[in-house]
């Protein structure tokens, strides 16, 4: 039976019940993403930040001096996978409203990309980004999320 352990972090003001409620999600994220890539263990461990913190991390590991959405860091790869993920709360919640859907749905995404990143998809070029968008809105399909049948339709229309 696959083993999987989360550790997450909000380093933002998230009310109780809101972090509750997305360590439920994340957890739901790398259950799909275990069965879906028959992963054995997946060990992930995940930081809510706000935009400067995820910027002062992009600018040190990328050399990008911007905010980003989610950074995503493999420690280990293959049937066990071991990796970081970092996604900004600030950029979710300014995203969210031209997405059209809640701040936890937008933060929901940047988790589920990092761990698409984390068992080997890429979405540099054009056929690596329409598979991970694939993934992407499966897994918004399977999880029931408000928006999941427009989200490929709207993705490029969202400016960061």
């Given at each position: 039976?696959?083993?999987?352990?989360?550790?997450?972090?909000?380093?933002?003001?998230?009310?109780?019940?809101?972090?509750?409620?997305?360590?439920?999600?994340?957890?739901?994220?790398?259950?799909?993403?275990?069965?879906?890539?028959s992963i054995q263990q997946f060990i992930v461990s995940i930081s809510v930040v706000d935009d400067v913190t995820i910027r002062q991390l992009n600018q040190r590991h990328l050399q990008h001096d911007w905010a980003t959405d989610v950074l995503s860091f493999v420690f280990e790869a293959g049937a066990i996978?071991?990796?970081?993920?970092?996604?900004?709360?600030?950029?979710?919640?300014?995203?969210?409203?031209?997405?059209?859907?809640?701040?936890?749905?937008?933060?929901?995404?940047?988790?589920?990309?990092?761990?698409?990143?984390?068992?080997?998809?890429?979405?540099?070029?054009?056929?690596?980004?329409?598979?991970?968008?694939?993934?992407?809105?499966?897994?918004?399909?399977?999880?029931?999320?408000?928006?999941?049948?427009?989200?490929?339709?709207?993705?490029?229309?969202?400016?960061?």
């Amino acid at each position: 039976m696959p083993h999987i352990e989360l550790e997450v972090e909000f380093h933002v003001e998230v009310d109780a019940t809101s972090e509750v409620q997305l360590r439920q999600r994340f957890l739901q994220a790398a259950t799909w993403i275990v069965q879906r890539f028959s992963i054995q263990q997946f060990i992930v461990s995940i930081s809510v930040v706000d935009d400067v913190t995820i910027r002062q991390l992009n600018q040190r590991h990328l050399q990008h001096d911007w905010a980003t959405d989610v950074l995503s860091f493999v420690f280990e790869a293959g049937a066990i996978i071991d990796g970081e993920i970092i996604v900004s709360w600030d950029t979710a919640s300014r995203l969210s409203v031209a997405a059209g859907w809640d701040a936890a749905d937008e933060l929901l995404l940047y988790v589920l990309h990092g761990m698409l990143h984390l068992v080997g998809l890429d979405d540099r070029d054009d056929v690596g980004r329409t598979a991970m968008r694939a993934e992407e809105c499966q897994f918004l399909r399977e999880a029931q999320v408000a928006g999941a049948d427009t989200y490929l339709a709207r993705f490029n229309d969202v400016s960061y």
